[in-house]
């Protein structure tokens, strides 16, 4: 009887005009509460996709590149005189000034100095580079007129992509009259065509943008990492291990680990003055080489990946080293044949994350003085060598125009590795991850 007027009264008390009300104002709050989580997560999304495409749009142009056809005389006597076909002779020749009398011959009316320096801006001051390596490859050549496609300069490839308006007063506009009557003389012969632009992944960095490329910043950033891989894996998951499996719970590694976890929330340029005073100042290690940076990086990615593995053996349940035990495994027995296998791909989650983070980073590099203007393709981690988000940093000050797409371009080329290491990771994480 209790009961019956306990559940009538608390009915009574659900239907009274209070109560109605209340429930309105709390479905009313709920229903704004994940409004505004929606509204949270189309802005946030609505930023990344106007940010991703315009960088992307902004890139566009650097992935082709034109050129222009010219008839090339390849003299025997300013190529190779002595007939020797002796590649160190034929590759020291004056290309440039061959693709010059190329210009004079289609054009014989110029004759002013002024006038004839315009002319040559038509193409690139690096356009030798093409008939060079046209002849060593055909070196059957020399000795006739041969057409061979160079690149124009990087202010005609602008103009011809339309990022220049050619309609603009000659003094607004970097491109003269004249540059626009002698392209639009080879473009109504045809001569003018757009290739994609392997220089971008093929060539090293250079001043001039039609022939600066990533080759040397990505190969500087693999080796990078390749050496903080090496170095900062192996010790981060033993020191992990030893931490969580076998260290004794005292007040000496309870202040170990409370610096391990202040280290990974330390700036990343603090690295870098340690990787300056101790790599570079006290054991004389070759500055703006990767073996330097690998070593900062390494520093700087150890934290993350000791918490990742201590975390990821933390996670297997206690009955794996209780069952290994009770069949005579020894200790460490039971950390390197169980457990660290079945932990393994979270720790190699974690390892990747700290890679990608790492390879990401501009700041410590700046210190040790990887920011800088490196032509050559590194060979090894001792070579001159500058990194990804480096030469973006360095292509951004750049005052050419034409350095604007071919930052954009390496932007998307640094976003597409990242995204991939991620996506590796993501990989390993599901196809390895068992629920307990």
Not at 132 to 154: E, H, K, M, W, Y
Not at 166 to 178: F, Y
Not at 242 to 268: D, F, G
Not at 289 to 303: H, I, N, Q, R, Y
């Amino acid at each position: 009887m209790t009961d019956t007027s306990t559940s009538m009264s608390v009915s009574a008390a659900l239907k009274s005009p209070e109560s109605a009300a209340r429930l309105k104002a709390r479905y009313r709050a709920e229903r704004r509460f994940r409004f505004y989580g929606r509204a949270a997560i189309g802005i946030a999304a609505g930023i990344l996709i106007f940010l991703l495409s315009s960088i992307v749009y902004n890139s566009i142009p650097a992935f082709t590149q034109n050129f222009v056809d010219l008839d090339i005389e390849l003299a025997q006597d300013k190529i190779d005189p002595n007939f020797s076909y002796d590649t160190a002779i034929i590759a020291s020749a004056d290309w440039q000034g061959l693709i010059k009398a190329s210009l004079r011959r289609d054009f014989p009316e110029v004759n002013a100095r002024a006038d004839k320096r315009e002319l040559y801006d038509l193409v690139s001051s690096g356009a030798g580079d093409w008939v060079r390596d046209f002849v060593l490859d055909n070196p059957q050549s020399i000795g006739g007129v041969v057409r061979i496609a160079v690149p124009t300069s990087d202010d005609i490839d602008l103009l011809i992509k339309g990022l220049i308006d050619r309609t603009l007063p000659e003094s607004d506009r970097l491109v003269s009259n004249k540059e626009l009557v002698w392209l639009d003389h080879y473009t109504a012969q045809d001569r003018v065509n757009a290739q994609f632009a392997w220089t971008l992944f093929t060539a090293g960095d250079s001043r001039e943008p039609e022939m600066a490329g990533l080759s040397g910043a990505f190969i500087g950033s693999l080796l990078t990492i390749l050496v903080t891989l090496a170095i900062s894996f192996p010790i981060g998951v033993m020191a992990a291990i030893y931490l969580e499996e076998l260290a004794p719970k005292n007040r000496i590694t309870s202040i170990i680990e409370v610096n391990i976890n202040n280290l990974a929330a330390v700036p990343s340029i603090v690295f870098g003055l340690l990787g300056l005073a101790v790599f570079i100042s006290f054991f004389q290690l070759p500055r703006s080489a990767p073996l330097v940076g690998g070593l900062v990086l390494s520093l700087m990615t150890l934290p993350t990946i000791i918490i990742a593995t201590r975390a990821s053996l933390a996670s297997i349940p206690p009955s794996i080293r209780e069952a290994a035990l009770g069949i005579g495994a020894s200790r460490l027995q039971v950390i390197f044949h169980h457990v660290l296998p079945l932990a393994m791909p979270g720790i190699l989650t974690g390892t990747i994350i700290g890679l990608a983070q790492a390879a990401g980073e501009t700041a410590p590099l700046l210190m040790i003085g990887m920011m800088a203007f490196i032509v050559d393709t590194p060979t090894d981690i001792t070579s001159k060598a500058t990194v990804l988000p480096a030469q973006i940093y360095m292509w951004a000050n750049n005052p050419e125009r034409a350095f604007l797409p071919k930052t954009s371009a390496a932007i998307v080329v640094l976003l597409v590795f990242l995204l991939s290491v991620n996506a590796t990771a993501i990989y390993f994480r599901k196809k390895f991850e068992k629920r307990w």
